[in-house]
């Protein structure tokens, strides 16, 4: 078996060890159910726009919270020493955590679609290639953001810290779109090609653009290398 | 084998290991000694490759490790300091886990075979942050086992323990010790003298002492000392330097109306034991003890690292 996945299996097995996993989806379920069923009938859409809407910002919360621990509890508890005197790459550290956040994200979204269900149930015409597209777009979105989970939890040994500083680098991608008004024009361009939000709101439109795709896979990669660079430097201490 | 070459490792301004050399060849259990700070554990993460030296060279099995980390990383079993184990796991899963990374084919017959030699019966299935500080170590021992490594690399393995969690210990490390390489750190000296064939002294980074436990002892004791308690007049004790040349009376004590208790120095190469006897012989005098103060590795730890390492 790949190496990679027997990190994912045993991070996936501790995050079910513990309650945590449950009160994270269940909250997760909750808000979003809220958040989507609240408006449906004053919108009267058999749509899932609300709901993928309001998921990028659950995530500021949820990702952080999930992916803090990660390396930072390893390094706190000192079984980073064992991970890593063991024969596994560090890519495979980093790639094996990734997987495990990116596949509880997978959890929770495959748990949202209750709420699609419903929209079958009550509605017509319902656009199932702009849903698919809104879950591809929020699963890429995910990924990102565990990506930079994996980074702040990489770069310190407290949790709390890892937190806190993936909540900041997602709130900073998240907010930029609202200075937009505050560049100059020749930059706006460029701000806007940064803006997360941008991106994802082509995907739920229902258009996979070959860009929108490559903007979330360099971010991926970047932060998932940005991690290998400090878990390889070991200065953490 | 394992070479190291002027390995060096800096901590910003610091110099944690300080150009250190040593070879340790195949079948040697190296007790790697020096006080908390002296860089043993600095040295032993380079070997295993957790961190990379500053400058310097690591050869194991003639591989290098700036090149061949995973190589070398499957000849290893390492046992960290403070013995860091995923606590919300079970034994068995742990032990799952790390034949998992390491490859290890046949997992099931090798852990119950390492859970039968580390005496884990009774708590394969319990969560390992249950387990009384004894057993996690010697979970520990089994995860550094698993794949029957070639070199063992223990650090402070009984630090924590209580005298018989030690004694355990102790007796599990010499079964493990067979038919492999070994190092283990420590600042107890009791621990390395116990176990080891050979031992290296460190303070401050640099070695102070390399050799075997009889080596390192007879190297620091260039006068021996003899304790005679004798039955004798104690006036004519002083008879005993003035008869054989080279020896000196360090005192003359009374332990009883008859009894004399007298401390006897002469240079280690030049025995005189013999001579002392038949000079008592001669005199009629009961002899009632009669032993050699052996100068402890203790002592020899504490001239090494005391005095900032000089000889």
């Not at chain 2, 005496?119 to 086992?145: C, D, E």
């Not at chain 2, 009376?249 to 109306?257: A, Q």
Request: net charge neutral; hydrophobic share 45%; glycine share 6%.
């Amino acid at each position: 078996m790949n190496l990679a996945l027997t990190i994912t299996k045993k991070e996936i097995k501790s995050y079910f060890n513990s309650p945590a996993a449950y009160i994270v989806l269940v909250i997760f379920l909750l808000l979003s159910g809220w958040f989507f069923a609240s408006p449906l009938f004053i919108n009267n859409q058999a749509n899932l726009r609300t709901l993928f809407s309001i998921i990028p910002l659950l995530y500021l919360f949820f990702i952080p919270a999930i992916t803090m621990g990660l390396l930072s509890r390893e390094k706190n508890t000192g079984t980073i020493e064992i991970l890593a005197t063991l024969p596994i790459k560090d890519t495979q550290i980093i790639m094996g955590k990734f997987w495990a956040s990116v596949s509880l994200i997978g959890v929770g979204l495959l748990l949202t679609l209750v709420h699609f269900i419903t929209i079958l149930l009550l509605g017509t015409n319902v656009d199932f290639g702009a849903i698919f597209c809104g879950y591809i777009g929020l699963m890429f979105l995910g990924a990102v953001y565990s990506s930079i989970g994996i980074f702040a939890s990489s770069i310190t040994s407290n949790q709390i810290v890892a937190l806190i500083i993936s909540f900041f680098i997602i709130f900073f991608l998240f907010v930029i779109k609202f200075f937009l008004m505050f560049v100059p024009d020749f930059m706006v361009g460029i701000f806007q090609f940064l803006s997360i939000d941008y991106h994802f709101s082509n995907i739920i439109r229902g258009v996979i653009d070959t860009r929108n795709i490559i903007y979330f896979v360099s971010l991926i990669v970047l932060f998932l290398k940005l991690a290998q660079a400090s878990l390889e430097n070991r200065n953490w201490k | 084998m394992i070479r190291l070459q002027n390995l060096t490792k800096d901590y910003g301004l610091i110099r944690a290991v300080d150009h250190v050399n040593f070879e340790i060849n195949e079948g040697e259990i190296l007790g790697f000694l020096g006080p908390n700070g002296a860089g043993k554990t600095t040295t032993l993460r380079m070997i295993t490759c957790f961190l990379s030296p500053t400058s310097g060279n690591i050869e194991v099995e003639n591989m290098n490790i700036k090149n061949k980390q995973l190589e070398i990383k499957k000849l290893i079993g390492y046992l960290p300091e403070h013995n860091p184990l995923y606590i919300d796991m079970t034994v068995y899963d742990y032990l799952k886990f790390i034949a998992d990374i390491r490859g290890i084919s046949n997992f099931a017959s090798r852990i119950k075979e390492v859970i039968e030699q580390c005496g884990l019966n009774g708590v394969v299935h319990k969560p390992i942050n249950t387990l009384s500080k004894g057993y996690k170590q010697r979970v520990g021992f089994a995860q550094a086992i698993l794949h029957d490594p070639k070199i063992l690399i223990l650090d402070e393995p009984t630090s924590g323990l209580d005298p018989n969690q030690i004694v355990e210990i102790r007796e599990l490390i010499k079964e493990l010790g067979k038919e492999k390489t070994l190092i283990i750190s420590s600042h107890i000296l009791q621990e390395v003298q116990a176990v080891c064939n050979r031992i290296i002294i460190i303070n401050e980074g640099k070695i102070v002492a390399d050799g075997s436990t009889e080596e390192l002892q007879s190297a620091f004791q260039n006068k021996t000392k003899l304790i005679l308690e004798l039955i004798a007049p104690e006036n004519e004790i002083v008879d005993i330097s003035n008869n054989i040349i080279e020896t000196s009376i360090l005192s003359i004590s009374s332990l009883s109306e008859t009894t004399v208790k007298v401390e006897i120095e002469f240079d280690s190469a030049n025995d005189k034991r013999a001579e002392i006897f038949s000079f008592i012989k001669s005199k009629e005098w009961t002899l009632l003890e009669m032993h050699r103060e052996n100068i402890s590795l203790e002592a020899v730890f504490r001239s090494l690292t005391i005095d900032g390492g000089e000889k």
